[in-house]
């Protein structure tokens, strides 16, 4: 059995089956490989059979048969579109979204929301459901804003980026990624609203990841974030050099929170940063260099600017701590996670 925040027994009983939507994603398919580590089955969505493909032949080779089964839900933003998917399930992770990057919010934006409604109306139908967790994001709270000293707070929203994303067309191309941070807003208000107003009968927690590093688990599935420090060990600097610089996180330790916001009982009603090292790509490039010592990498960015955000990251910390961690995992080590199968 998986270790506890103060020992206590688990929410959801090791053996249960446990939902994971986006199952084929950069961070659900995480999400799924530590639930299973745990010691719980998990059924994955994705769009269509051709996305779970990998994510099956993946677990099965790595923990046997049983472990891990597919779902498809064509797409999320149908009514009822998980309704399915959650039967018999005694938890349900909701990593799903659209990441597209459209610059048009009507795109994106209703269909996040619109997920995400879906997803918890869907376990409030099912008696089953003792938990609910959301993947949100550090853009649920605000933008990047570099070389600006200021106190990140865990109850802030991005309002900014609601508003940005929403001003009247033309849509010009430069408002994807306040679309992006308004979805992402909006839904996970959505899902606190829903939560507020008709009290389910499990417990709802929301995970709000910065960028995450780290291993990607086949190169069958799309990278996301997981794609720029392989950009920079491939020379890709002019790929990556204009976003900002932020916070990361290596998206296993991302998993390991979902994972405790899932079955700790002490977790409840919160919103959990997963937050773990300010930087800028000078510092993975510092990173790769050190790892890779016979190999040229892009030279520095000169002036590159920084995260000067303050953040609490504590409660992150703590509860990979209960479930066997020493706390975050380095930038280095993330970034070798990221890299080791290139050399």
């Given at each position: ?34 639930l ?6 998990v059924?994955g ?26 779902a ?8 009822g ?14 990593v ?91 839904a ?69 929170i979902?994972?405790s ?65 020493e ?7 993330s ?9």
């Open positions: 059995m998986a270790p506890t925040l103060h020992g206590k027994s688990p929410a959801i009983a090791p053996g249960s089956l446990v939902l994971v939507t986006g199952v084929n994603g950069y961070i659900a398919s995480h999400v799924a490989d530590q299973i580590q745990a010691g719980y089955r059924r969505t994705a769009r269509d059979t051709s996305k779970t493909a990998w994510v099956s032949e993946l677990f099965d080779k790595r923990y046997g048969e049983g472990k891990f089964e597919p498809i839900v064509g797409d999320m933003a149908e009514p579109a998980f309704d399915e998917a959650t039967q018999g399930v005694s938890g349900v992770v909701h799903a979204s659209v990441v597209t990057f459209d610059h048009d919010p009507n795109k994106v934006i209703p269909q996040v929301i619109a997920g995400a409604v879906n997803a918890i109306e869907a376990a409030a139908k099912t008696p089953s459901v003792k938990r609910f967790v959301y993947t949100s994001s550090s853009t649920a709270i605000t933008a990047p804003r570099p070389n600006e000293k200021y106190d990140l707070k865990v109850e802030d929203w991005n309002t900014a980026d609601v508003e940005a994303a929403w001003k009247p067309p033309p849509y010009e191309p430069t408002r994807n990624w306040a679309v992006y941070g308004a979805s992402k807003t909006q996970e208000q959505a899902i606190w609203k829903f939560a507020k107003e008709k009290k389910p009968d499990f417990v709802v927690n929301a995970v709000l990841p910065n960028a995450n590093i780290g291993e990607i688990l086949s190169e069958k599935q799309p990278a996301s974030t997981g794609a720029w420090a392989k950009a920079l060990y491939y020379g890709g600097l002019d790929k990556v050099k204009d976003i900002p610089p932020q916070w990361m996180v290596n998206v296993k330790d991302t998993a390991r979902h994972v916001a899932l079955i700790d009982a002490d977790v409840e009603n919160e919103r959990i940063l997963a937050y773990a090292y300010p930087f800028n790509w000078n510092d993975i490039l510092a990173s790769l260099r050190s790892l890779y010592p016979d190999k040229t990498f892009n030279e520095d960015i000169p002036n590159a600017p920084r995260d000067l955000s303050i953040v609490d990251n504590s409660r992150g910390a703590e509860l990979l701590r209960a479930h066997g961690r706390g975050w995992t380095s930038l280095e080590e970034v070798k996670d990221n890299t080791i199968d290139l050399k």
